[in-house]
């Protein structure tokens, strides 16, 4: 899956359901999606919604998401 700033959380998290156990760890602002209103907002939430909220910036985002999962096909 290509990682672009559009790309919905809920996307990402249906193709990498362990992605957000390791997302939370990267930034403190990203703990509210394991909360239940962050459930919520994970269905309409883009990586780029989520690079202004933790202040990260998009491309950070994009880079860090697309690292982890590198690596855990790696690990495979």
Known sequence: MK????TKLSALQKEYP???DEVVKLDDAFKVLKTPVGKLMIKKAT??????KSGMGVE???KQLTDM???HAEKK
Do not use: N
């Open 3 to 6: 990682i672009t700033k559009d």
């Open 18 to 20: 362990w992605l957000l």
């Open 47 to 52: 990586v780029e919604d989520a690079g202004k």
């Open 60 to 62: 950070a985002v994009i």
């Open 69 to 71: 999962i590198k690596e």
